[in-house]
């Protein structure tokens, strides 16, 4: 009974429940969840059983579920079963299947939490888990978030058994003669985990037997400098202005009106600020990090930031640019190869930009906006054409008297890759007659005996 | 030659020596040192060699020593050499022969740097060692001093080697073609340390070639949140007064007046302030792992703060006392058991206290204080003896009138273990008749029928 008293100990040191709380428990048939459910019941809690088949291992998962809903059915367990297409979530969010079964189980944790008014929902995790996980970011040069282990309480997500480890769990299983399902992918994918759990782990053991206890301690006493040191961090973001999120508008290629067609927009760090920091080096870390770039990767960036600009740096979902003493962070979205023609007569499009069209007499005041470009309309062939700009794409500036490559436009005009991409160029035939939002062509001007003049408009953002 | 070029990047990168700086350079002979010795002398730097010979290997350590000696006159290279008895210092000291290398190596170094004039002392860390530490302290369950792996800067040593691996060391004196010295201890007594270099990190590597790389990154992402912990916790003790060093008094025996007599001190923390503290378990771990209490008795002793007074912790060197709501911290010095006589005739002592002894006549005004015991003197029969507590020790104190355990004075007195060990007691026969500075004994009294008074006094401190 040694095991029911150390987690119910480990549930009041931790607060992780009060006695009267329901309890979701996310429950796949597996030892430790089995153990967990059958645990929290023993010291009386108020248990809801959850599961979740992912619908990824075939007659398995099915086996699994059967097992859960007869285990739940004979011990009188109120259970909630979800079936989710894991694959086809994953490929709609361009994530792993990993992190899809990851962010679909803990969506439906939150779901069932306010459908049931459960106080929290408690998963299987254990030491050696928790263990595991140690080793394997260790192995990836993680920061500190890594190396501190599981937390046994987040949000609402509960961890009662990380106060056992996998042995403790099987021999309470065996004590008590329950049976368990068994997840054949465990065995076979987890190279890494697996090589941690069967090979490192007993090495260890043979060099310390208490191993174990001892890595869970060192752990613990990350956490106080863990919580410090995301504090630090926190409160440097913030000075430096880098929310971890692009919903707001850090730096948009047109900053004296937000028009709603350059929905572009990326994060812009001042490099020398950054190094005013005391934990420059770490902010950097943690920043980039959390766009998935890897620990040697932003090493680099890094050691490499008083280099040459433009240099970009790849993570899987995003890219740094190195911009004249700034780092320039951005989604590394596919480039919109498309071309949208712009057909005679018709005088607004919303596609890819807002746009409107109307036709002034010459002799007329005409505006004279970056927003606008007034040309001349018997020089333009329709359908004339819109697209993002492509390598050696060149225009003659309004005023000058010679062609000009876009790129050594936009470096005079210093503006960055970002926004070089950014922007939108119509054409007529293969000249570009306006870099949207900047400048009109030369030749296309208005001028003396032009007769009829298009202005094209570039819609406002609400 | 990258190994020449990445130990100058990373001596520039962390400041570790100027161009100009003379440098000492610890020499053993073996290979790290020999590297180390070749390599900043192949950098520019102006190298002193300086070597120690702990005289633990006999045969072998003057094998070493000439090695080193032949080395250097062969290279030109200034050395010094220097022979200590490290067996006997370890005794004098009561600490490991480790531990005593390692401050006579650290001691002498200091002494060598203001003798010679040089800027810093290079020692031949390299980066498995700081892996190999690393691990070590992990399975010790350490806090993050232990997992943040060697620092390449700790005040004036250096270890402009911990860039490079055992390997790449290796090659390096291959491809220079230098012999060294091998340490036979190295292979036989260093159990824990080898299996984690033979077995452990072979092993990790199998999991991830570039497992070194990536364990020496995680550790150096544990740098900034150790500094930011440190600071906290110092500046905690600082709040709580618990300067680590037996110093200053904190909380003598005989508040009153500071009594030469009594040098025992300890320090003492109040329990409910601690636990006001954001970081109070961490605090506690800190404090105690520095007087060598281990990890998983301080989990204990944070666990049962709540408990019975008087429970007691030891570590090698200290021992800790739960006394109503107070840790008490005392070293742990065995007990002085000696009697010590005062014969008649003699005045004055100044072992194992300082006493002074007068007689007066009993019609005069007699003086009233705890320092002072003035006592009926034909009641006493010299030689009088003076020695510490024993269990069972009971006597009458002034004003009652049955035996009470000198215990349960003391207790009544709300005076704590520490302060009943160290107090002294003066016996005539088996009586005691003054416990010193605190009460004398009621059958010894004066009264009016007493003729001559000894009066015993003891004396302040400067």
Chains 1, 2 share one sequence.
């Not at 069967?198 to 043979?206: A, D, E, K, N, T």
């Not at 018997?378 to 492509?390: M, Q």
């Not at 794409?393 to 970002?418: A, E, H, I, Q, T």
Request: aromatic share 10%; glycine share 4%; charged share 25%.
């Amino acid at each position: 009974m040694d095991l029911l008293k150390k987690v119910n100990s480990f549930i009041e040191e931790q607060h992780l429940l009060k006695k009267q709380d329901k309890v979701l428990v996310g429950f796949s048939g597996g030892a430790d969840s089995l153990a967990l459910l059958d645990v929290l019941r023993s010291l009386g809690y108020n248990c809801v059983a959850v599961h979740m088949n992912f619908q990824l291992r075939g007659e398995e998962a099915l086996r699994d579920e059967d097992f859960v809903v007869d285990y739940c059915r004979e011990h009188s367990i109120a259970l909630y079963v979800e079936r989710v297409d894991t694959k086809a979530y994953a490929k709609s969010k361009s994530v792993s299947i990993e992190m899809a079964a990851r962010e679909l189980r803990y969506d439906y944790f939150h779901k069932m939490l306010s459908m049931t008014g459960a106080a929290r929902v408690a998963v299987g995790h254990h030491s050696d888990d928790s263990i595991e996980t140690f080793f394997i970011n260790l192995l990836r040069g993680s920061g500190i978030r890594g190396l501190k282990g599981i937390s046994p309480l987040q949000g609402k997500v509960i961890r009662p058994l990380l106060c056992v480890d996998r042995q403790e769990i099987l021999s309470w299983l065996k004590q008590r003669n329950l049976q368990y399902v068994t997840d054949s992918s465990n065995q076979e994918t987890l190279y890494r985990r697996n090589k941690i759990r069967h090979q490192l782990i007993p090495l260890l053991q043979s060099i310390e037997p208490s191993a174990s206890a001892a890595i869970v301690r060192s752990m613990q006493h990350l956490t106080a400098p863990a919580s410090l040191y995301n504090k630090a961090i926190a409160e440097a973001m913030d000075r430096l202005k880098l929310n971890n999120s692009f919903g707001d508008t850090q730096d948009c290629f047109i900053q004296s009106s937000d028009f709603e067609s350059y929905p572009e927009q990326y994060i812009s760090l001042d490099i020398s600020a950054l190094e005013q920091e005391p934990l420059a080096a770490d902010i950097l870390f943690e920043w980039l990090s959390a766009y998935g770039f890897d620990f040697r990767s932003i090493e680099q960036i890094w050691v490499r930031r008083k280099g040459q600009s433009g240099r970009q740096y790849f993570s899987a979902t995003h890219r740094l640019l190195l911009d004249r003493g700034r780092f320039l962070l951005n989604e590394n979205k596919s480039p919109d190869n498309r071309l949208y023609p712009l057909e005679e007569g018709v005088f607004s499009w919303t596609e890819p930009v807002k746009l409107s069209l109307s036709l002034r007499e010459a002799n007329k005041e005409l505006p004279r906006s970056a927003s606008c470009a007034c040309l001349d309309a018997d020089k333009l062939k329709f359908p004339l054409l819109l697209r993002r700009p492509l390598p050696g794409d060149s225009f003659v500036p309004l005023g000058m008297k010679g062609r000009k490559l876009l790129s050594d436009y936009f470096c005079d005009r210093k503006k960055n890759l970002f926004q070089k991409e950014s922007c939108w160029l119509l054409l007529s035939g293969q000249d570009i007659v306006w870099v949207l939002g900047e400048r009109i062509d030369h030749r296309y001007r208005v001028t003396d005996s032009t007769k009829r003049v298009y202005c094209f408009s570039l819609s406002e953002a609400k």
